[in-house]
């Protein structure tokens, strides 16, 4: 079955422009207008992956993705024009796999594209091979469910966060530098990545199993280096 992936822009030109270069690569693309468009195509058709735009008409980027999660760990792509810090902050906190800005080069969007697929991949065929959980504290990671338990409540993490943390959490006492996490996550050798991005995800995570995420107590920071989990 061929990859489809889901392209929601309410700019035809930029919807034309992706949907020839994802063609290219051999995905098969639908487009829709709107979230709500997106959300009723999610519904009715195999997704793979879908390029989100914050600001549409009707259901914006933004509460779309929020649907979305409700129904589907499926990657997103948040796609918009807008360039502050903040707005990247709320399009990977509502969900978000990753952020591309307006302008863009169609071949750094692909590349992303690719890198997403290529971790759904690795992780699918991986997340057999752990037999058992990993409990650090009041925190227990269940690899084979995809699950993550703190102090008896489930945190609801998206992929990538979850990738982050097992990473982490297999490789505790081991310092990860930003190059270090991306390449281990992402499975991608690809320039086309944002530290800030990174960040962005530890301190969503942080926000879902630390009790104080101002004072983390399990993914520490090493200043200068990266971020851990302690041994």
């Given at each position: 079955m061929a990859v489809t992936i889901l392209v929601a822009d309410d700019d035809r030109e930029i919807r034309n422009i992706?949907?020839?270069?994802?063609?290219?690569?051999?995905?098969?693309?639908?487009?829709?207008?709107?979230?709500?468009?997106?959300l009723h195509i999610l519904?009715?058709?195999p997704i793979h992956l879908i390029i989100l735009d914050i600001m549409m008409p009707n259901l914006d980027g933004i509460q779309a993705c929020m649907k979305i999660r409700e129904l589907s760990k499926i990657p997103i792509i948040m796609l918009s024009a807008k360039q502050e810090y903040l707005d990247k902050i709320t399009g990977l906190s509502t969900g978000a796999d990753d952020y591309v800005t307006k302008p863009f080069n169609p071949l750094e969007l692909i590349a992303r594209v690719k890198a997403q697929l290529r971790r759904q991949n690795y992780s699918t065929l991986t997340t057999p091979n752990h037999s058992s959980e990993i409990h650090i504290d009041d925190l227990i990671i269940s690899p084979n469910e995809h699950k993550v338990i703190v102090r008896g409540q489930e945190a609801v993490l998206t992929p990538?966060?979850?990738?982050?943390?097992?990473?982490?959490?297999?490789?505790?006492?081991q310092?990860?530098?930003?190059?270090?996490?991306?390449?281990?996550v992402w499975k991608d050798p690809s320039p086309y990545y944002s530290e800030n991005t990174i960040m962005v995800h530890i301190r969503n995570i942080r926000e879902k199993i630390e009790l104080n995420p101002r004072e983390p107590q399990i993914i520490k920071t090493v200043w200068g280096v990266g971020y851990k989990i302690e041994k």
């Open positions: 992706v949907h020839i270069y994802l063609r290219n690569e051999g995905y098969r693309v639908l487009e829709a207008e709107d979230g709500l468009e997106a519904q009715s058709e990538i966060e979850f990738s982050i943390l097992e990473l982490l959490a297999t490789h505790r006492g310092v990860f530098n930003m190059d270090k996490i991306y390449h281990s």
